[in-house]
């Protein structure tokens, strides 16, 4: 992979309209320059013979079958609340009004 010049950042710096002072320009290149490095690293190892992946472990959707059931009554899930008033579930307040 190319390296970072410091003419590649002053251009970087113009298309994207960031004054960049001389030490940005340095750092700016040592930091790109360091990212170019590992993707040239990973690529080395990513041979067209590897399957890319998001995650190294299969992930399976769990879903259970949708099936229609009957809804708790308000009563029912109310039933449970430590507080509640006029058929509501009552919580602290935790915003000014």
Excluded: W
């Excluded at 290149?29 to 041979?47: M, P, R, T, W």
């Excluded at 879903?63 to 009552?90: C, H, K, Y």
């Amino acid at each position: 992979m190319s390296r970072f010049t410091r003419q590649d950042i002053e251009h970087l710096g113009d298309l994207s309209r960031i004054a960049l002072t001389d030490e940005e320009i340095e750092r700016l290149q040592g930091e790109l320059n360091v990212i170019a490095d590992s993707i040239a690293k990973v690529q080395e190892v990513a041979k067209d013979d590897v399957k890319p992946t998001a995650n190294p472990v299969p992930l399976e959707a769990y879903m259970r079958p949708d099936e229609p059931a009957v809804p708790l009554t308000q009563e029912e899930a109310l039933s449970g609340a430590p507080a509640r008033e006029n058929g509501m579930f009552v919580a602290p307040q935790i915003l000014a009004d």
